[in-house]
């Protein structure tokens, strides 16, 4: 069985600013793209709460996911 990954509870400071409707949006989101295979780190949950917050337009958000899964890049 799969493990169940609390994002709120590992990365608080990032869902600080959502209302909790936000934050049960994100976790299903990041819920779903576990099962589809994605292993999001810090850098995908803080784009998608961003997102979310409209900080980011759907264009920045898809371009910044884009690139961080471009063949060759090296995680930091």
């Known amino acids: ?27 299903q989101t990041l819920a779903n793209g576990r099962l589809e295979g994605w292993d999001p780190d810090r850098s995908d949950v803080a784009d998608l ?5 409209g900080k980011l337009t759907r ?8 690139e961080r899964r471009a063949p060759g890049r090296v995680a930091v």
């Open 1 to 27: 069985m799969a493990q169940h990954i609390r994002y709120s509870q590992q990365h608080p400071d990032l869902f600080a600013p959502l209302t909790a409707v936000q934050v049960r949006a994100i976790e």
């Open 49 to 53: 709460i961003d997102y979310t917050l």
């Open 59 to 66: 264009a920045e958000y898809v371009s910044r996911a884009s």
